[in-house]
């Protein structure tokens, strides 16, 4: 069964330096896509950066970028320059032949002043 | 432009009742799928919809079923009502198909509590 893997349940960094939050994958297929969202409160996942599996430079969104090493299926997600509106849960998640997203469990970030 | 809207935001219901869940898609989005997300957890996929017919399902049982209609929106329902179902049901829309890595929009969800 394809599995997303969140090994950090919850994560804290202070404002202003930089966490990085792990996620590793499993599937057989060789062209997919990863993602990571971002849950605040409110509830909506909003989409933080994405991935394409055949494309071997990181992705970068400003101050969010990722480690991406398709061999190891690893897909870990750098926030720099930490702001308390980055405190959120944030979800690994990938999609690949078929139409569905298969998330991980999720790691809730506190971001502390 | 509207992102994917959700109705209702909260609703209660009692076992074995019945409810139907509406979602929006955004603007220029003909793919509508639903996902349920238990406290503490991550969505799982439920079903997606594309040309009023449904693609893919998940592994949930036929009590859930849904509905695209022809501007795109969809119904989600589920019948006979458990406590097991009491979470957040989300509506991500998209253009299809999902699988070429085309943005995936989400509403911020319906929560659905069962008493």
């Known amino acids: 069964a394809q599995t997303v893997t969140q090994s950090q349940p919850e994560m804290s960094v202070q404002e202003a330096e930089t966490v990085t939050l792990s996620c590793t994958y499993d599937?057989?297929?060789?062209?997919?896509?990863l993602f990571w969202y971002k849950q605040p409160p409110s509830r909506q996942m909003i989409l933080v950066i994405r991935q394409e599996a055949y494309k071997q430079q990181n992705a970068t969104e400003n101050r969010f970028s990722v480690n991406f090493q398709k061999a190891a299926k690893s897909f870990s997600l750098k926030i720099s320059d930490s702001q308390l509106g980055d405190a959120a849960m944030y979800f690994c998640?990938?999609?690949?032949?078929?139409?569905?997203?298969?998330f991980g469990e999720g790691t809730q970030l506190t971001v502390n002043p | 432009d509207a992102g994917v809207t959700q109705s209702p935001t909260h609703l209660i219901k009692t076992r074995g009742q019945q409810v139907t869940l509406r979602c929006s898609p955004k603007?220029?989005?003909?793919?509508v799928s639903w996902y349920q997300q238990a406290l503490g957890q991550g969505p799982q996929f439920i079903f997606q919809?594309?040309?009023?017919?449904?693609?893919q399902r998940g592994n949930f049982p036929d009590r859930f079923s849904g509905h695209q209609f022809p501007n795109y929106s969809s119904e989600l329902n589920v019948n006979a009502l458990l406590l097991g179902d009491s979470a957040l049901y989300l509506c991500a829309s998209s253009l299809f198909p999902t699988s070429s890595g085309n943005t995936i929009y989400f509403g911020e969800g319906s929560w659905l509590t069962v008493v």
């Open positions: 599937t057989s297929e060789s062209d997919y896509y």
């Open positions: 919809y594309y040309e009023e017919e449904e693609r």
């Open positions: 603007s220029g989005h003909d793919t």
């Open positions: 998640a990938y999609i690949e032949s078929g139409s569905r997203l298969t």
